[in-house]
Nanobody
Framework: VHLVESGGGSVQSGGSLRLSCAAS?????MGWFRQSPGKEREGVAAISSDGRISYADSVKGRFTISQDNAKNTLYLQMNTLKPKDTAMYYC??????????????????????WGQGTQVTVSS
């Protein structure tokens, strides 16, 4: 499975960006993760092939994950961006899905395939 992200960039606080991830190969679950300098990589959102979705509490109500199965592409619409959202954003995928406390997992270890990342910078 090969993943290629696009759509990152610089935006002012309150602005929006949409990330895309083009995938090749079969995936059942896909997700977005992010990592800021000096911090561990954290799960942002995940979606299963049958449409189940989970979000990190920090982005609920502001970010929306979606997928176009025909194009094999994953999206992350990010609205009301804040400086703390500044990070390298990674697309991830797995051939199976994991659930944690009845929610689609956002654990890094539950995703086997990773893209190279796209930088998102939010200025105040």
């Amino acid at each position: 499975v090969h993943l290629v992200e696009s759509g990152g960039g610089s935006v002012q606080s309150g602005g929006s960006l949409r990330l895309s991830c083009a995938a090749s190969g079969y995936t059942r679950c896909m997700g977005w993760f992010r990592q800021s300098p000096g911090k561990e990589r954290e799960g942002v959102a995940a979606i299963s092939s049958d449409g189940r979705i989970s979000y990190a509490d920090s982005v609920k109500g502001r970010f929306t994950i979606s997928q176009d199965n025909a194009k094999n592409t994953l999206y992350l619409q990010m609205n009301t961006l804040k400086p703390k959202d500044t990070a390298m954003y990674y697309c991830a995928a797995n051939s199976g899905c994991y659930y944690y406390s009845l929610r689609l997992s956002l654990r890094e270890s539950h995703f086997a395939y990773w893209g190279q990342g796209t930088q998102v910078t939010v200025s105040s």
